[in-house]
């Protein structure tokens, strides 16, 4: 690890700047400035500064189970410049973007898959900014850093996960293989209200959504927004309880503890939504989302008693209801899930990057990142959307 702390990479020589730049590793969110990140992340609430400390402070992220951070920081004359969040991965678990297969194949070969180098937000399949950078040339800096961290560790790989926007410009310009993906997002249509947006669904998904929350309804099933300012220490026990039985369901242990969510409620309020369901004024159902500007981001949910249409009503049709009354332009329902389409979550494409150093390797991913990128389009061709189609002109 001390070896990993002191590390530093000279910046671009032809940099005007560089005597006064370089880029050091840091294993600690701690050991940056909080102001000065959060400038670079821009609006995303996953990429703040407080929510990924609180990944580290409260032991959802460390090296012993996996997740060691080796954070790069751009510095200019003293000064933050660029960044990323950047980890240390022994395993492929809450990242989202499957290479499973690809570790299986390096096993079969005698060869080491992890650990591997992975820029992303942990336990988030969220698009957003990953290079944290104010021009392409910062960004390019970035890149060659951690390849060049990649091949001074011996590592097999390094991997950008859920990227967007001008981190594409950057990576294209790159050796770094193309991953093609979707997700199921909702967009506003400038609904007025819910019922407007069931008005623009086929009748027999509008009928479908009805016929749930009539019977959610007579079940004596309501729902609430709790805002986390708003929010009570009772909340948030309830949540928990919901949130572990989903993994107790699947026989697992959850990735994210109390005191993280508990971090968040303190550092973050106004990011938070707690979505409640509620029976005979007792608790039985919760999600967590996040939420900034523009956009409501479903993360968690849970339940303590199975009721049919509850887990669609408190994870999407509440999320698309909330956007609408807050005036929130996108819902974003999570990672997989083609069932989210008949809720009138869109297929939405997603990006990530990927390096392998082994050349033969290399070459096959590749390959097979072209079959790949060819079945996700036409396969988002294929999927039938949940909207009316209007009739054409003068029919």
């Excluded at 294993?27 to 929510?51: E, Q, V």
């Excluded at 080796?70 to 973007?97: C, T």
Aim: with cysteine; glycine share 6%.
């Amino acid at each position: 690890m001390e070896a990993r702390q002191n590390a530093h990479f000279e910046a671009n020589p032809l940099d005007a700047e560089a005597a006064e730049s370089f880029i050091r590793v840091v294993p600690r969110m701690a050991d940056l400035d909080p102001a000065a990140w959060d400038a670079l992340a821009g609006d995303s609430p996953f990429l703040r500064h407080a929510f990924l400390h609180a990944l580290e402070t409260t032991g959802c992220v460390k090296p012993d189970i996996g997740w060691e951070p080796v954070h790069l920081a751009l510095f200019r004359n003293g000064q933050l410049d660029a960044a990323m969040p950047l980890y240390i991965k022994h395993h492929s678990w809450g990242e989202f973007v499957f290479d499973w297969g690809w570790a299986d194949a390096y096993r079969r070969h005698g060869l080491n898959y992890y650990p591997k180098l992975v820029c992303c937000v942990p336990f988030s399949p969220v698009p957003g900014p990953r290079l944290l950078a104010k021009n392409d040339a910062d960004r390019a800096t970035l890149i060659q850093a951690a390849l060049k961290l990649t091949q001074d560790l011996g590592f097999s790989s390094f991997h950008i996960l859920f990227p967007i926007g001008p981190d594409h410009a950057a990576l294209q310009a790159t050796p770094l293989l193309h991953r093609s993906g979707f997700q199921f997002h909702w967009h506003n249509a400038g609904y007025a209200n819910f019922d407007d947006f069931l008005a623009a669904l086929t009748h027999d998904k509008r009928k479908k959504i009805r016929q749930e929350r009539k019977k959610l309804d007579k079940l004596g099933i309501t729902f609430r927004w709790v805002e986390g300012r708003d929010s009570t220490d009772e909340d948030w026990n309830h949540f928990m309880r919901c949130y572990a039985d989903t993994y107790a369901r699947h026989r697992s242990d959850p990735h994210l503890n109390h005191a993280f969510f508990a971090d968040l409620r303190a550092s973050m309020p106004d990011n938070l939504v707690l979505i409640m369901a509620d029976r005979n004024d007792m608790p039985i159902a919760c999600s967590f989302c996040v939420k900034d500007g523009q956009r409501l981001y479903g993360r968690h949910w849970g339940t303590l008693e199975y009721v049919p249409g509850l887990h669609f009503e408190t994870c999407y049709q509440q999320g698309i209801e909330y956007a609408i009354a807050h005036g929130l332009q996108v819902f974003e329902g999570g990672a997989q899930g083609e069932h989210k389409l008949a809720r009138g979550l869109v297929p939405t494409a997603t990006h990530s990057w990927h390096w392998l150093e082994n050349a033969e390797f290399r070459e096959a991913v590749d390959r097979f990142l072209e079959r790949e990128t060819d079945a996700v389009s036409h396969y988002m061709d294929e999927l039938d959307g949940p909207f009316r189609r209007e009739p054409p002109t003068g029919s």
